[in-house]
């Protein structure tokens, strides 16, 4: 049975910084595409950054370019994501997933985890 769960989630001032982890059990994900997406209340769930398999690859949102960074650990499997510099309108409830491919403007994901709350306050 596949499970992506996060953890790191929390409250932290504008300015500020988190470090999310997403540990993966039932199968490896190491030749897969790890990612993360947010979705904020009345908001549909966006996509803010992916990983590839052997990690030399990554993309992220604008939004969150130059702030945010992503890693992977399959020796673990396990994927981070590293916040800083945090505004308000990142709050969001935060979802790893995994085999995360994009078509055109839209991302997609065969595996999602429960998500972890990031509140920044101002």
């Known amino acids: 049975q596949v499970q992506l769960v996060e953890s790191g989630g929390g409250l932290v001032q504008a300015g500020g910084s988190l470090r999310l982890s997403c540990a993966a059990s039932?199968?490896?994900?190491?030749?897969?595409?790890m990612g993360w997406f947010r979705q904020a209340p009345m908001k549909e769930r966006e996509f803010v950054a992916r990983?590839?398999?052997?990690?030399?690859?990554?993309n992220f949102a604008e939004f969150v370019k130059g702030r945010f960074y992503i890693s992977r650990d399959n020796a673990k499997n396990t994927v981070d994501l590293q916040m800083n510099s945090l505004k308000p309108e990142d709050t969001a409830v935060y979802y790893c997933?995994?085999?995360?491919?994009?078509?055109?403007?839209?991302?997609?994901?065969?595996?999602w985890g429960q998500g972890t709350q990031v509140t920044v306050s101002s």
């Open positions: 039932g199968r490896t994900f190491s030749t897969s595409f």
């Open positions: 990983i590839s398999g052997n990690g030399r690859n990554t």
């Open positions: 997933a995994a085999e995360v491919s994009s078509y055109g403007s839209r991302w997609y994901a065969g595996y």
